[in-house]
């Protein structure tokens, strides 16, 4: 009967194979490397798919978070920055209750990912009043009571509000297209117009007084 | 949404450095994160070409348009040139979906859109289309929004608003690969389910989309785009038409009609154009014209009203671009 055969496996010898992986890893790396930096295709790095550290600029502040690169700016506003001001609802980008401006434009916070909002400028319904006192579009929204249960009323102002700031004179037919993406189940519509419509009028009044809050301060209000 | 990682690129030789195993492009994200959200894709790395600043812009010269594949469906829409002289395309790309939504979805991504169809885009469903099984459920199932035409191998419909009216004008895509570049026209540019069900466009694995250009029109060309729909706003098209037409006086010219929901890809009907070409342009023209349009179309047991839809479509949309209609308030966007 042949015995059987020895199993040699000792602290050392494993190190040095291990070392030997590392090593040829590393260098295989290094012709990678070589690889494109011959075909000119050296570039950017990946980033993820585990959590990394960004920086988004909202409301005029810098605010540091660590997301996965799969965190849309919606989540991250609402989870790690507890700005819950921004509504989720359809998650699908077809409600537009998650309306934010992304450089001064409005976008879909839910269909926009953290990582991609780098370097732009977020405004959030947080960032539109300053400290206690409404933007106008929020003070005609509360006199015309234009709205019911609330859940599409952010993403509603952000629209509104933007209107106003490219349009300082909107018809009702632009006000109606400014809205055309928000959904309000609870049918808030005539009453969203005539907020925006007054609004609009009483800012033309109070123009020099108001200015928008590119800011400094942050409001605390849920 | 599966864990993926990111690779923000500035140029384009880094985003095709990145284009590799699996690597998807990521523009303005729209209908990528849907699919991802819904499971129907899960790429292990998006390359987002975002800010690649060479893929931006509109320039209009006396050859044609060229859209970079990074302008936005808003910025196409407010453009006063493209109002004026492709007035079909900036009809398109101002009424489809939502301002959101056209703020942030590019061209390139548009004419990208993965098809519609519930039972592709539903994780419960094997289906043909997904290779996962041999059915098309469409065919016997729920149909009411299918393909009318070309639809016995697959009953899915291409959303995109802008490829109908691109089709119509003869605009080319620039594709750029490591290997170089090629251009396409908008008529080879997507693959029909009878021919391939895994490819719907002709862009290969490693290839962007670095151009779109649109040929400057002939004198006398008008050409316009509606489309119906359920819902106002934000809802794909039902039944959709691009119309150019190039106008002798009253007398047409030259015709191109396509519909972009009417089967698996965007289609021109050779024989309404067929019906409008060297004719008057009037209501009995344009009635012809959409006629010819549904004629040997095969509706599927729900979706027999696409018929009429389109004809409607057809005959409103040739008289809009010849300029004896408004557009049409029941038309959505």
């Known amino acids: ?222 | 949404m599966n864990k993926f990682s990111f690779v923000d690129c500035k140029t384009v030789d880094e985003a095709l450095g990145q284009l590799n195993n699996g690597a998807t492009v990521k523009a303005g994200g729209i209908d990528l994160l849907d699919l991802m959200k819904e499971g129907i894709v899960a790429p292990p790395k998006l390359v987002n070409i975002r800010n690649v600043d060479s893929l931006r812009g509109i320039t209009v010269s006396k050859d044609g348009l060229h859209l970079g594949p990074l302008v936005t469906l808003s910025e196409i829409a407010a453009h006063p040139d493209i109002q004026r002289t492709y007035s079909g395309l900036s009809d398109a790309a101002g009424h489809a979906a939502t301002p959101q939504v056209r703020n942030m979805a590019t061209v390139g991504g548009n004419i990208m859109q993965r098809p519609r169809c519930w039972y592709f885009r539903s994780t419960d469903f094997d289906c043909r289309k997904k290779g996962t099984s041999d059915v098309c459920h469409a065919l016997t199932g729920e149909n009411q929004y299918h393909a009318v035409i070309n639809n016995s191998t697959c009953a899915m419909v291409h959303p995109s608003s802008t490829a109908v009216p691109l089709l119509g004008m003869n605009a080319t895509v620039e594709l750029t690969s490591k290997r170089g570049k090629r251009t396409v026209a908008m008529s080879d540019f997507y693959v029909p389910p009878e021919k391939s069900l895994i490819n719907e466009t002709v862009v290969q694995p490693g290839e962007l989309i670095t151009g779109i250009f649109v040929p400057a029109p002939e004198p006398g060309t008008r050409s316009a785009y509606q489309k119906y729909g359920e819902k106002e706003s934000f809802d794909w098209p039902i039944a959709d038409a691009g119309i150019v037409l190039v106008m002798d006086g009253n007398r047409c010219r030259k015709a191109a009609v396509v519909m972009g929901v009417a089967a698996p890809t965007p289609i021109r009907s050779a024989a309404a154009e067929a019906v409008l070409t060297g004719k008057t342009i009037d209501e009995a023209t344009a009635r012809a014209a959409a006629k010819a349009a549904m004629q040997g179309a095969t509706p599927l047991s729900q979706n027999g009203y696409k018929t009429q839809l389109f004809q409607t479509a057809i005959y409103r949309t040739v008289l809009l671009a010849a300029g004896q209609m408004q557009r049409d308030p029941s038309a959505i966007g």
């Not at chain 1, 732009?120 to 709205?147: C, N």
Request: aromatic share 4%.
């Open chain 1, 1 to 222: 009967m042949a015995d059987a055969p020895k199993m040699e496996f000792s602290r050392r010898g494993f190190l040095k194979g291990a070392g030997i992986t590392a090593a040829s890893t590393v260098i295989e790396s290094a012709n990678a490397l070589a690889r494109d930096a011959k075909d000119g295709l050296s570039g950017p790095q990946a980033v993820g798919p585990d959590a990394i550290p960004i920086k988004l600029r909202i409301n005029g502040q810098e605010h540091a978070v660590t997301v996965e690169p799969r965190y849309t700016l919606a989540q991250t506003l609402r989870d790690n920055l507890e700005m819950t001001g921004t509504k989720v609802v359809c998650d699908r980008g077809s409600c537009s209750a998650c309306t934010v401006w992304i450089d001064k434009t409005p976008a879909l916070a839910c269909m926009t990912l953290a990582v991609d909002a780098v370097g732009r400028e977020i405004t959030t319904i947080e960032g539109l009043s300053h400290g206690e006192t409404m933007h106008p579009v929020q003070a005609a929204f509360v006199k015309h009571d234009a709205m019911q249960c609330g859940f599409c009323t952010p993403g509603m102002v952000m629209s509104c509000a933007a209107l106003l700031e490219r349009n300082p004179n909107p018809k009702l037919s632009d006000v109606k297209h400014a809205v055309s993406g928000n959904l309000c189940r609870c049918g808030t519509y005539p009453k969203v117009f005539a907020a925006t419509l007054d609004a609009a009028q009483q800012r033309g009044q109070i123009a020099d007084l108001v200015t928008l809050n590119t800011g400094t301060e942050r409001y605390d209000g849920a």
